[in-house]
């Protein structure tokens, strides 16, 4: 990158950019980035992003990352930015859920709510924030701890077929949130944030930053909501997460956006010495759900649960990408992803536990399982271990099955119909994943909308 | 009502997809409030007998009747017939992992009202809680998942709590004895004896392989099955001497009519 650019000039950013099927963009974004106040930092971040995006050749289906999501046929110049611009939506306009956590206090450390990636609303626990527990918008952050963001936003290790979307996601950031929570601090309740959505046409694009200093604790909610849209809208979302040595962090994403929107995920957990993840996503709305989703076991002893669970109707297409990545001897990872579809729905699960030389003594595990309720459903399940070390234990599973014969003729025997059946084998199937979510108040919303999902079938 | 609460016609059925008949015509009738042992050795048919009547999609009826209250069950659909009033204790009872057995009951129960209806959650509890003191069960098994990780006796029990709440017209038990120590069948059988004190009308069709557990049921009438046919018939004094004397006895078709 040039020199020039660091100084924090936003009017000569795009200028140099290769033409090549991107000049549209190109000027999409360099009229964003202009109509905007943004902090040195940003910007810089922001152009750093755009460089990798134009640099990075658009991966094809070749690519076995890609084999099942057609990038090719996405055309992020199609879309507008949102901006913040024009009237803000009334309150009562909002969903339920996202009103209902405006408005009550009940249960939560935090709320955070964005519309169309403009901040409608922010609220942290005085007591937290006293202890020195920051909870703000990344440009915030960046205007008063530039150091403190510095060392962590877009640090995460990215993977060479992550890098154009995680390029485009930084170029286009409209919105994040730095979460940072110091030492020792214990963070008792949820914070939570929204995301609402309903911009026709647009991109949005989001970050998580979450921070967990030695031995702190905080569980972290981002939900994704938006109404059916006519034009397409594009969202696209990074998750950093550092828990620093003895750190636990909860991370729960869940998105229920409506149709006509593309979702691309990109979560990075980065887990000190005997730290904890628990890392948790569910799937339920979108056309196209992509996640990409890496555990980077840093210190020895470190601890990771990834968990998620979706479920497809009508024509979505959801893909998880997931990688275990043992860095360190004597750490523990444990996923367990499942998926059940109906309609003409389709999942892919490619999961890699990595094992790095030298890093003995690691204890990992892949599970997925996925639920065909029709017949014109499908999934596709790759497992995969590549392992550099010898004293390790490591090992996975996947299936692909239909509703089990013999359960459903013992419910039936007993008087359910074969639909109220198969709604309880499902239930029973996602249980040992919708237990573990943390906050009743989201558990018993994603429990509501699977059943919407099941009646509607 | 019908005079037989359960009458079953010159009934043939198979494995799905085999091409003999391992039911060759099995009658059988079954009166309100009556209890039938159904006896024979390994293999001669009971536990098809028993899936054929409940509908298990695994066995094809290839003729006769099966008659509940006068009505054809042959034609309804296995949830029909649990609607119906007709139940069946499972020998291997299947196990569902993520479903309580209260969610699981409530269910079950809810399916018996109106369409869009729910089962009263606090009449649920307070029956529930009743039955599981009757059977001697503590109140935290009702969280557990059905018949997940189990022991043989807890699948046993966990078949007779549904009973007990579901309060069916007829009850097919299914080698319930089977698998259990002294205490559990001790237990199971006051319970089967307890529901049929309080809902007397109930009809119930015991199979069994053993004798024991008849010290704790008494039946009206005890049956043999041979080769997928009803061989003998006789009262509670039949178990008795087939404890004595085994099966073989019976295979002469001489001493199948001498012996009545």
Known sequence: ?457 | MAEHLLEIRNLHARVEGEVTDILRGVDLAIRHGEMHALMGPNGSGKSTLAKAIAGHPGYEVTSGEVLLDGENVLEMEPDERSRAGLFLAFQYPAEIPGVSISNFLRTAMSARLAEGEEMDIFAFQKRLMEKLEMLKVDPSFAARYVNDGFSGGEKKRNEILQLAMLEPRMAVMDETDSGLDIDALRIVSEGVNTIRETHDSMGVLLITHYKRILNYLRPDYVHVMLKGQIAHSGGPELADRLEEMGYDWLHEPEAETAAV
């Open chain 1, 1 to 457: 990158m040039a020199e020039g650019t660091m100084t924090g000039d936003t009017r000569t950013d795009t200028e140099s950019a290769p033409a090549a099927g991107a000049d549209a963009i190109a000027r999409g974004l360099a009229s964003y980035v202009r109509s905007v106040y943004e902090p040195t930092l940003l910007t810089r971040l922001r152009r750093e992003g755009w460089k990798t995006f134009v640099d990075t050749p658009m991966p094809t289906r070749k690519a076995e990352e890609w084999r099942y999501t057609d990038l090719s046929t996405l055309e992020p110049e199609s879309y507008v930015p949102v901006t913040c611009e024009g009237e803000r939506l009334p309150v009562e306009r909002l969903p339920e859920p996202v009103r209902e956590a405006m408005e009550s206090d009940r249960d939560r450390a935090g709320v955070m709510v964005r519309h169309n990636g403009c901040l409608e609303h922010l609220r942290l626990d005085s007591a937290l924030e006293a202890k020195g527990v920051v909870y703000a918008p990344l440009e915030e952050v960046a205007d008063h701890r530039p150091d403190l963001l510095e060392r962590f936003l877009f640090r995460s290790d990215v993977a060479p077929m992550e890098q154009k979307l995680w390029g485009l996601h930084a170029a286009l950031l409209s919105g994040g949130y730095f979460l940072y929570v110091p030492a020792g601090v214990d963070v008792e309740h949820p914070v939570h944030a929204f995301r609402y959505l309903d911009q026709e046409g647009s991109v949005v694009s989001t970050h998580s930053l979450i921070v967990a200093e030695a031995g702190a604790r905080v569980t972290c909610i981002d939900e994704y909501v938006s109404p059916d849209l006519e034009r397409e809208s594009l969202s696209l979302n990074g998750v950093e997460i550092f828990g620093a040595d003895g750190a636990t962090v909860s991370y729960l994403a869940v998105q229920q956006y409506g149709r006509g929107v593309k979702h691309f995920s990109m979560q990075h957990s980065n887990t000190g010495r005997d730290s904890t993840l628990n890392g948790f996503n569910v799937t339920l709305g979108a056309d196209l759900a992509r996640a990409d989703v890496t555990s980077h076991l840093e210190g020895e002893g470190a601890r990771s649960e990834m968990l998620a669970l979706w479920f497809g109707d009508r024509n979505q297409h959801f893909d998880h990408h997931t990688l275990q990545h043992h860095e360190a001897p004597s750490a523990h990872s444990d996923l367990l992803y499942k998926g059940a579809l109906t309609a003409r729905s389709s999942s892919v699960f490619r999961g890699l536990i990595r094992v790095a030389e030298g890093a003995q003594l690691t204890d990992a595990y892949q599970t997925n399982r996925n639920l065909l309720l029709s017949p014109n459903a499908s999934a596709v399940t790759l497992p995969n271990l590549e392992i550099g070390a010898d004293d390790v234990r490591c090992s996975h599973g996947a299936s692909v099955g239909q509703v089990d014969e013999t359960m459903l003729f013992y419910l039936m025997s007993r008087g359910l119909t074969r639909k109220k059946a198969e709604r309880l084998l499902v239930f029973g199937f996602f249980e040992e994943v919708l237990e573990r979510i943390p906050g009743e108040g989201v558990r018993s919303r994603i429990r509501s909308s699977i059943e919407t999902k099941i009646q509607a079938r």
